[in-house]
Every structure is written in structure tokens, then in C-alpha cells.
């Protein structure tokens, strides 16, 4: 019984996994950033600032450290700028298709861009 137990906790931890684009901790030392093809990882010690701006029905995060500003575009990333404001961002990433719907009302990540010395560096939707 305990056996059946654990493996449904599991089950759910990874479902919610699957629905959240972005985690948050008490006190990350860097940005995990997740793109189709790539990880990468920010030092928040080079972070410098970030921006919500809204275009059309889309909220767009813009991220930016020393080299290079990741951009996220998606729904409802209002939370995900207040705790990049505690720098409390462990992890992003894109929403899975499988489960967007579900998410876009907690907040979906849609695209992440990533973009080093004024060129763009990774497309994640393309």
C-alpha cells in the first residue's frame, strides 16, 4: 500500500512538473533556462534587470544579464516577474503542448528567445 502511495506522489509531482514553466527557490544562485535543444544557466550575479511589457494578448518577460537577455513570451507571467524580483527564479521553460491549456491560467511560457551581445542565439519555438 505505501508502495502505491509513493508512486502516486511521484506521478504527481511530475505532472505538476509538466505544468509549471518556471520554479522558484529560497535562494538560487542561477537562472535555468530550458529551450527545445538546450539548457542554459545565468549566474544571478550578473543579472542586471527585467521587464513585463504586454503585446496584444501576450506577456512578454524580458530578462537581462551582463551578455545576453532571455526572452519569454506566454500568458499570465505576472508571477513570474514578481519572484525574478526576489530572485527567486530557479527554472524556466516552455509549457508543454500537452498541458498548455491547463497552465495558461497559472501562467504558460510559450516561447523562450535568448539572445547574447545584440544577436539573436536560440529559438526555442522555431
Given at each position: 500500500?505505501?508502495?502505491?502511495?509513493?508512486?502516486?506522489?511521484?506521478a504527481t509531482d511530475s505532472r505538476d512538473e509538466n505544468l509549471?514553466?518556471?520554479?522558484?527557490?529560497?535562494?538560487?544562485?542561477?537562472?535555468?533556462v530550458e529551450t527545445t535543444?538546450?539548457?542554459h544557466l545565468f549566474v544571478y550575479g550578473y543579472f542586471q534587470h527585467a521587464k513585463l511589457s504586454r503585446q496584444g494578448n501576450?506577456?512578454?518577460?524580458?530578462?537581462?544579464?551582463?551578455d545576453a537577455t532571455i526572452i519569454a513570451k506566454g500568458?499570465?507571467?505576472?508571477?513570474?516577474?514578481?519572484?525574478?524580483?526576489?530572485?527567486?527564479?530557479?527554472?524556466i521553460k516552455m509549457c508543454s503542448e500537452k498541458y498548455s491549456m491547463i497552465a495558461r491560467n497559472e501562467?504558460?511560457?510559450e516561447d523562450i528567445e535568448i539572445k547574447k551581445n545584440g544577436r539573436q542565439e536560440t529559438n526555442a519555438a522555431g
Open positions: 500500500m505505501e508502495t502505491k502511495s509513493y508512486a502516486k506522489a511521484n509549471t514553466c518556471w520554479r522558484t527557490a529560497t535562494s538560487p544562485q542561477c537562472l535555468r535543444s538546450e539548457t501576450q506577456d512578454i518577460v524580458e530578462i537581462q544579464f551582463q500568458n499570465n507571467l505576472e508571477s513570474l516577474c514578481d519572484a525574478l524580483a526576489r530572485l527567486a527564479v530557479e527554472r501562467g504558460a511560457i
